[in-house]
């Protein structure tokens, strides 16, 4: 969601802003500009569209320039067109700014700035907060590391901003809050700014994550200064990027979602790695050790996440009452933090979240901050928001997630949450020993079973050739395989725009069985194990009114095969770690019908990867 990309230097803005620029491409965006400055001339292109689009318009003489900033707007305030988009211009025009998130007060600030004279031109909050830090550089007569830092501590709401003055080509300032804002320090003191690191990894591994309420001053004199907006001087600390290249690159594959798809093998393998000792049965998790009277003594656990983090959470629900007998409540992060949630001193609040910077999950991890609980953070994204605001944690090791639709994010999630559940009930001493061995093999086995579920790609795209112009579907599953329905329907309507719908097998006859006829395709998870014969019967339940199975079946399976009009083996594992396997043909079938279809897998309409606002 909105992407920004900054360079002060000794090379040419220009290039470096753009690739930066396509690199960020995966956050969702609706249009895209440049302000370049050179010899006291600032050029500026913005357009609705695409980063190629805005391309198109770049005259060559404004390629050229050591200062720069660039930008991806995914619209809030305003549609998307050329004056929306970003820079946005001071109104003396010596000023650009690019902004990501929602100030929130803008309009009282707007209705202050007109009445002394000011000129808007667009819909944004984004031109509010330009005027806005030029009126108070002129009223008070500071520099501009000053005014940015005295605006901003006027203004309410979320940002992450880079500023560039036409009048000085040596410093470019910065400042976030609830929004990420990375600044990588290269050779020859060049700064690179961006809203993750990966506009930078090729230039410099040294970074300085800015941390909320910051502003730094990066001047090719001075060098970089970070202030509170307290006016607190602050030592920047440089840190060592471990991102590869190659992780944020397409691989050979035709788009991101594809390649990683593929990759789960790996970054399931790569997220229990080291944590678990099959031999022993034991789990070793610092997030468990550090705390271990907190784990013993928890009285509920509450899941805040969205999206498909909140799947991964309902499965986290039942891992956690299967296995540590502690009750658990999966909350929508969204709805969470606008209630008046009850919570205790002795509740453990986990978050999930691949990206770690969306804003719901963020202010739901702060109210259950204030109120008291440990909160402890799954996060995919080395140095995010999310995992710095947490008392504890796991990363994923999932690997950059470029493509928006979330896939080795969930199985990676799922596994680290697996672990987490296993550890916590030794704490607890609620599972025997011989059990936790028993189901680490079997964990250790799935990255193989995922490799083996990957091959059933042709006939998935078989299947989704029959039913790409379908115009609604049906997911449907029982106890674990009830949040992969959720998730395959996710899938489906978010890259393919197909109405999909994902519910609990049995609940099916209590209303949407009314849907189904000849044209509606039922996707069911009917795998052996616990529930399998009351899912059977539920596959019978569809039949009798003509609808069309595509089963999820254990390989080997016949009875579901009489019945089914398709159906989609995968490997035998435990009904415990049915979802991590059983998803994988949904991810398959998403990604091919969307294509099919003709539809931007990687780029979504409407979404946004990482979803800064509210
Ligand atoms: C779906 C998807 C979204 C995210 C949701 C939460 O494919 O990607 O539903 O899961 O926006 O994002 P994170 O996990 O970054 O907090």
Known sequence: MCGIVGYLGNGDAYPILIKGLKRLEYRGYDSAGVAILENGDLSLFKC???????????DEDSKTGGIGIGHTRWATHGVPNDVNAHPHLSGDGKLALIHNGIIENYASIKEELKSRGHIFHSETDTEVLVHFIEDVRSKLNVSLFEAVRIALSEVHGAYAIVVLDRENPN???????SSPLVIGVGKNDDYYIASDASPIIEYTKNVVYLDDEEVALMDRKEGLKIVTIQNQAKTPYIQALELKLEAIEKGGYDSFMLKEIHEQPRSIRDSFRGRINIQNGFVKMSGIDDYRDKWLNAKRIIIVACGTSW???LVAEYLFEDFARIPVEVEYASEFRYRNPVIFPDDIVIAIS???????????????????????????VVGSTISRSTHSGAYTHAGPEIGVASTKAFTAQVTVLYQLALGVAQVRGTIEQKDVIKLMAELNAVPDQVEVALKSNDHVKEIAAIYKDSRNALYLGRGYSFPVALEGALKLKEISYIHAEGYPAAEMKHGPIALIDEEMPVFVIATQGQSYEKVVSNIQEVKARKGKIIAVVTAGDKTVSELADHTIEIPKTDDTLVPIISVIPFQLLAYHVAVMRGCNVDQPRNLAKSVTVE
């Open 354 to 380: 691949q990206s770690g910077e969306t804003a719901d999950t963020l202010a739901a991890i702060e109210l259950a901050k204030q109120k008291g609980a440990f909160i402890f953070g799954v996060c995919n």
């Open 171 to 177: 410093q470019l300032v910065a400042a976030k809050k």
């Open 311 to 313: 799947h991964a959470g």
């Open 48 to 58: 609705k569209g695409k980063v190629v689009d805005l391309e198109n318009i770049v």
